[in-house]
């Protein structure tokens, strides 16, 4: 139950004023129960309790703080990896516009954890933070944010969009970014095109899987299941997946993707096939020998002097388009290309959405999408 504001201004946030008034009971007796005083008198604290929960009432945490002088302006924000670099960046770019406007950031991570996530957002709410920044977790539903909203808490969603919530929205072009994949692998003369995928509760694997499916299909590429792996969280998920490809009778010629930690295994297992030493390795291939032009064992792949990829079981060369851009990305001692986009400016575009709202912003709720460009980081 949300309370109405001074002129019609909307729904505000209830006070213990309001339990006081609901419940019957001095504001006193209110301060007493929601701080958990023991001496209060059951009747009356059931009273209190019950207004409490039918105004959706929350104890002003920044409020104790403010009394013992610490700062007031704070805005929360959830990712879902504090290691990851793609989230770093989100938060780095998202720390130094608060600071710009005189603002603490919170951050914690929900470990792509629905539960958590849940838990951790209510808390912020519990301390009273100005606003919110969620990456929300693949499988979670964000209707129990809408009383937040409602009381005057804004809220902001990056890289994925909220389930059965209005709000704004900072996206990546995932469907254009992997269209361009696979329309450069297919240029190249790719007709195996492996893809690899997270989870498929994440919203972003599912765009990406989506448009890369169907850009495949377009341009007339047989569909193979044993080269579409999804499900793979981890690294080492990724490389044991690619692993498994590449001893196929048919391997890929190509691998996209559809993260950076997936771009990692694939390249674990690619750098093991070269190594004829290494876990995985081919016995007789020598390490990083580029195979040049087509050959019977790798018909639909053509390649030029100055291409060198990773090579499949059959000795024909593989290869690499990552979705999200990284740092060692350069130094891959083979083609690497990857589908990248300004990191920092999901961060920086969702602080300034938030801060817009913060300040009273009332307009609909916007969707804005950072654009992707496809860059060859690494020839090899």
């Known amino acids: 139950m949300s309370t109405p504001g001074a002129g019609g201004s909307g729904p505000r946030r209830p006070t213990m004023a309001d339990v006081a008034r609901l419940a019957g009971v001095s504001l006193k007796t209110v301060s007493r129960v929601v701080n958990n005083v023991p001496t209060v008198d059951r009747e009356l604290?059931?009273?209190v309790t019950s207004a409490v929960a039918e105004l959706g009432f929350r104890r002003n945490d920044m409020a104790r703080n403010l009394r013992a002088g610490n700062t007031s302006a704070t805005v929360g924000l959830l990712i879902e990896d504090l290691a990851n670099p793609f989230y770093a960046g989100i938060a780095a770019a998202a720390a130094q516009y608060a600071l710009e406007h005189d603002t603490m950031l919170i951050t914690a991570s929900s470990e792509e954890n629905a539960g958590r996530e849940r838990a951790l957002l209510l808390e912020m709410c519990q301390r009273r933070v100005d606003g919110l920044l969620v990456v929300p977790?693949?499988?979670?539903?964000?209707?129990?944010l809408r009383p937040e909203i409602e009381r005057g808490t804004p809220v902001v969603f990056l890289d994925r969009p909220p389930r059965n919530l209005l709000a704004d929205t900072v996206l990546i072009d995932n469907a254009g970014g992997a269209r361009q994949a696979i329309e450069h692998l297919v240029a190249a003369g790719h007709e195996r095109i492996g893809v690899i995928s997270d989870w498929l509760s994440i919203s972003t694997m599912a765009e990406r899987l989506t448009a890369a499916q169907e850009a495949l299909?377009?341009?007339g590429v047989p569909y193979?299941?044993?080269?579409?792996?999804?499900g793979l969280h981890t690294v080492p998920d990724a490389q044991a997946a690619v692993t498994e490809m590449l001893a196929g009778?048919?391997?890929?010629?190509?691998?996209?993707?559809?993260?950076?930690?997936?771009t990692l295994g694939a390249l674990g297992a690619l750098d093991n096939r070269l190594r004829p030493?290494?876990?995985g390795g081919t016995p007789g291939h020598p390490p990083r020998t580029p195979h040049h032009g087509a050959t019977p064992d790798a018909p639909h792949r053509r390649t030029t002097p100055d291409t060198q990829g990773a090579m499949d079981a059959q000795g024909a060369m593989v290869e690499l388009v990552g979705f999200d851009d990284f740092e060692t990305a350069a130094f891959v001692p083979w083609r690497l290309t990857v589908v990248s986009y300004d990191v920092r400016e999901i961060g920086r575009m969702g602080a300034e959405l938030l801060f817009r709202r913060i300040a009273g912003d009332r307009s609909r709720p916007r969707k804005?999408?950072?654009p992707t460009e496809l860059i060859v980081r690494s020839v090899g």
């Open 368 to 370: 804005v999408v950072v």
């Open 217 to 219: 299909e377009r341009a």
């Open 137 to 144: 977790a693949g499988d979670a539903d964000h209707v129990y």
């Open 45 to 47: 604290a059931e009273r």
């Open 249 to 262: 009778p048919e391997p890929p010629t190509a691998i996209f993707a559809l993260n950076n930690r997936l």
């Open 224 to 230: 193979r299941a044993d080269l579409i792996k999804y």
């Open 277 to 279: 030493d290494a876990p």
